[in-house]
Each structure stands twice: as structure tokens, then as C-alpha cells.
């Protein structure tokens, strides 16, 4: 199994940062090793979607877990894999800290994480920044 884990801080609201988090369809606009993704309904316990990272093939996913403003798990089935993300928000102190979770795991799990694992580890903090900078532009 496979962790990547990282946070940021952010003057952002975690309302600010939930709203981009729902909005599916543009997570390429914020993390651009995505080419695009789509929920089949509302953002809520499972509901499943479609993602298609850049370079790879188009993976189905679901989100396994949505607590409103707080966290959401999206889950990806891969070949004898599975990817499981958790995001989480946290406040203090009048600042908002978002984090971003990745785990790997199933038999194939090394495999992937060879293959696309380096890539996320490598993109994420680059990815999140993108994230907070785009939500404290909602202020």
C-alpha cells in the first residue's frame, strides 16, 4: 500500500474550497493532471463519475463517503487496484487547512504506484496550491 499525504493553509473559506470540491467537472482547472471529469449526480455518498488523467486511460470512480464541509472519499478501481483519495477541511484560528490523502492498495497496488504513484506524490502540493489559490479568488 501506498500514502501520499499533504496539506495546505489557506485564507479561504472551507466554503470557498467545498464549492471547487463539487464542482467536478472543472478539477482540471486546478489540478492539470487531469484532462477531465464527471459526476453522474449530485455530489453526494455514492455517486459514481468518470476521470480521465492525462496520458491514461478513462477510470470509473465513486464517492464512497460525503460529509458536507468537512470531507468526501472518491474511490477508482483499477486493474486488481484501487486508488482511494480523502479530502479533508479543517479551520483554526480563522484559517482553513485542506487536505488531500491518497492511498493505494490491492495486489497491484506497487505496480501503480511505480507507474502514476511518483507522478501524484511529485504533482500534489503543486495541485493543491492551485486549488486554495483558485478558492481565495471566490472571496
Known sequence: MLIIKHTVETTASPEAVWK???????????DHGIEFSTLDGPFRTGTTGTLKPKGG??????L?????????VDEAKLTLARIVV????????????VTHQIEMMGPLAFFFAIVI????????PQEMLALVKKAEGLK
Do not use: C
Open 57 to 62: 486511460p478513462l477510470v470509473s470512480t465513486k
Open 20 to 30: 471547487i470540491w463539487q464542482d467536478v467537472a472543472n478539477w482540471n482547472t486546478w
Open 64 to 72: 464512497t463517503s460525503v460529509q458536507p464541509m468537512k470531507m468526501f
Open 117 to 124: 504513484g511518483r507522478n501524484m506524490k511529485k504533482n500534489l
Open 86 to 97: 480523502t479530502h479533508f477541511l479543517t479551520e483554526s484560528n480563522g484559517r482553513t487547512y
